[in-house]
């Protein structure tokens, strides 16, 4: 079993920052790439940066120049520092790891979401 929580959400104002924190547990052999992805209310989910095992990062449009995503391998954390935060950035964010396990299995794990709100 493989657990990802997130953490580091709240509300803050237009301009503002917020680090998300993704955090992954279990039997974890190794973490291949992790994802950020948000979901507005009444709208699908939206990738927002993604980072490969690698370290090579890849990011919406939307966020590019303002978002910035990193990993801990030794930690098996993964961060999204925000920056510059608008309000149309307010959504549910969830992050997702794709696990190697202790048993060589590939698994996708999703976290539960942490809710970002900006006001204006």
């Known amino acids: 079993q493989v657990q990802v929580v997130e953490s580091g959400g709240g509300l803050v104002q237009a301009g503002g920052s917020l680090r998300l924190s993704c955090s992954a547990s279990g039997r974890i052999y190794n973490i291949n790439a992790m994802g950020w992805y948000r979901q507005a209310p009444g709208k699908q989910r939206e990738l927002v940066a993604t980072?490969?095992?690698?370290?090579?990062?890849n990011y919406a449009d939307s966020v590019k120049g303002r978002f910035t995503i990193s990993r801990d391998n030794a930690k098996n954390t993964g961060y999204l520092q925000m920056n510059s935060l608008k309000p149309e950035d307010t959504a549910v964010y969830f992050c997702?790891?794709?696990?190697?396990?202790?048993?060589?299995?590939?698994?996708?794990?999703w976290g539960q979401g942490t809710q970002v709100t900006v006001s204006s």
């Open positions: 997702n790891a794709d696990v190697v396990t202790t048993t060589w299995s590939s698994v996708s794990v």
């Open positions: 980072i490969t095992g690698l370290s090579r990062t």
